[in-house]
C-alpha cells in the first residue's frame, strides 16, 4: 500500500512539472515572437506626429472669429472665443480667457492681459452705458482679474485680483489697486488712485506715478516679444527641446 502511494506521488509530480516546463515555453515563445513583431515596426518617416495635447486657442462662433495682429503675444494655452481684437503690440498671458460670445472684446495697442484674467461682455449693459469690453492703449490688467463690459481709457494699470461689473469706467492716467471691486457703473476719474471693495478715491497720482503707466506697458511689452519669438509659429518648441532631452538620455 506504502509503494502504491509512493508511485502515486511520483506520477502526480511527474506530471506538473511537465505542465509547468511546457507552461514556460509557451510563455518564452509568445515572448520572443511579441519582441521580433516590435522589432520589425519601424515608423514612417512621411508619418504626420499630431500633437493632442494642446487646446484650441481660436474658437469662432458662427459668422465671428477672433482677430489677432501679427506682431501680438496669445500664449499657447489662452482661450479667444467669438468677437475677440487682439491689436499690436497687445499680449494676452497664459490662461487667460477672452469670451466674446455675446458682445466684443478689444484689446489696445501695447496692452497686457495677464495670467488667469477673464475678459467677459453682456448682451448690453444695466446702465445704458456701452455693453462692450474696451481696454484701450497702454493698459496693463494684472493677473486673476475679471474685466465684464468696462471700459478702461489708455494708459492705466489694473491691480491683480481686481474685478470690474458691467458699465464701470476707469478713465486715462488712473489705477486701480490690487483685489478692488469696481461696482457696475461706477467711474475712476482721469488721474487718481483708487482701491477697497467696493472701490473708492484714495487719493490724486503724482506726475512722476502717471509717467511710470506707459514705461510698465512697453516693459511688459518687450517681454512679450521675447515669449513670442520663442513659440512661433505654433507653439511647437517645446516638443524640439523634448526630443533633444529624450536623444542625450535626460527624463522629461
Keep these: ?13 511527474t506530471t506538473l512539472s511537465g505542465q509547468l516546463r511546457r507552461h514556460q515555453n509557451h510563455n518564452l515563445i509568445r515572448r520572443s515572437l511579441a519582441t521580433e513583431a516590435q522589432a520589425a515596426i519601424k515608423e514612417s518617416p512621411d508619418r504626420v506626429k499630431w500633437d493632442y495635447r494642446g487646446q484650441r486657442q481660436i474658437i469662432p462662433l458662427g459668422q465671428w472669429a477672433p482677430k ?13 472665443a467669438g ?15 477672452l469670451r466674446g460670445d455675446l458682445n466684443k472684446i478689444t484689446i489696445g495697442f501695447c496692452s497686457s492681459i495677464q495670467e488667469k484674467c477673464v475678459v467677459h461682455a453682456a448682451w ?30 489708455p494708459e492705466c494699470i489694473i491691480g491683480q485680483h481686481s474685478i470690474l461689473m458691467e458699465g464701470s469706467l476707469v478713465e486715462t492716467n488712473s489705477i486701480l489697486e490690487a483685489g478692488s471691486v469696481l461696482p457696475p457703473g461706477r467711474r475712476i476719474p482721469s488721474g487718481e488712485l483708487w482701491a477697497g471693495n467696493p472701490a473708492r478715491f484714495v487719493r490724486t497720482l503724482t506726475h512722476e506715478e502717471i509717467k511710470e503707466i506707459p ?7 518687450d517681454l512679450a516679444n521675447a515669449h513670442h ?22 527624463s522629461i
Design 83 to 97: 468677437q475677440v481684437t487682439v491689436y499690436d503690440g497687445a499680449s494676452v498671458w497664459n490662461g487667460a480667457v
Design 124 to 153: 448690453s449693459s444695466p446702465t445704458g452705458l456701452p455693453a462692450e469690453t474696451l481696454v484701450d492703449r497702454y493698459v496693463t490688467v494684472g493677473a486673476y482679474s475679471l474685466l465684464r463690459s468696462c471700459t478702461i481709457e
Design 215 to 221: 514705461k510698465l506697458s512697453t516693459a511688459i511689452n
Design 68 to 80: 489677432v495682429a501679427v506682431d501680438a503675444y496669445v500664449a499657447p494655452n489662452v482661450v479667444l
Design 229 to 250: 519669438s520663442e513659440f512661433l509659429p505654433y507653439s511647437t518648441v517645446y516638443l524640439e527641446v523634448e526630443k533633444l532631452k529624450k536623444s542625450f538620455g535626460i
Design 1 to 13: 500500500m506504502a509503494t502504491l502511494g509512493r508511485l502515486s506521488r511520483k506520477v502526480i509530480a
